[in-house]
């Protein structure tokens, strides 16, 4: 019984086969490809696959350490150039056509036409202009007083009575209807004054009596 289970204790289970062929795979796809690279092969060149014209050529690769191809590339050498000649950028600006200046045309000056002249004015004859004298405005009414007396004494007083027969004592300078007054009182005798106008009474006239000028003298006719 115990020899037959150390035979199976040696025999291998499938996972453990699997494992270890996968791990021999392994080692031998390394080992070729260290191979390859060490001896420097090349693999070929596929027929067809030229570059074309003006695109970089792959020069042929040279062998690293590490096993790695370098490319270089071929460039147009650059052309000959003085270095202590300035380089002078030109700026392409579009060709712009030059507008005219826009000049105003002066109207010209309009004549006013149409106008009939303006006719010379007739002068009359020397002597043919008549000066006509403004009327002047009749004076209004003197109001209807009669002098009744004067007291004479330290203040004289005159006695007037007028058309309804109202008597007043007056004084020089005193003032009468419509703009009359008292200017000056003398023996037997009253004179009265508005504006330059003028008039005097004695006792027992009027005032209805006496003229007074139309033209506004002064000095009234006195009696």
Do not use: C
């Not at 004592?169 to 005193?174: E, K």
């Amino acid at each position: 019984m115990e020899k037959t289970h150390e035979v199976k204790t040696n025999q291998l289970s499938p996972k453990q086969g699997v494992a270890i062929g996968v791990l021999s795979l392994i080692l031998v796809s390394v080992g070729v490809w260290q191979w390859r690279s060490m001896s420097g092969h090349k693999p070929s060149a596929r027929p067809g696959s030229t570059a074309p014209s003006g695109q970089v050529r792959n020069t042929p690769a040279s062998t690293t350490p590490s096993g790695q191809a370098e490319v270089s590339a071929s460039f147009a050498p650059f052309p000959a150039r003085d270095p202590f000649r300035p380089t002078v950028a030109v700026m392409n600006i579009p060709n712009r056509v030059a507008q005219p200046a826009k000049t105003s045309a002066k109207s010209p000056v309009r004549a006013i036409t149409g106008t009939p002249p303006v006719p010379p004015l007739a002068l009359p004859a020397p002597g043919g202009l008549e000066v006509k004298q403004v009327e002047k405005p009749e004076p209004p009414p003197v109001p209807n007083w009669t002098l009744v007396g004067v007291v004479q004494g330290p203040r004289t007083i005159a006695i007037l009575k007028d058309s309804e027969g109202n008597r007043r004592f007056v004084q020089m300078g005193d003032k009468l209807e419509d703009g009359w007054r008292i200017r000056r009182i003398e023996r037997g005798k009253l004179t009265l004054q508005n504006g330059q106008r003028t008039i005097s009474i004695h006792v027992g006239g009027s005032t209805a009596e006496s003229k007074v000028p139309p033209d506004y003298s002064t000095g009234g006719m006195q009696q």
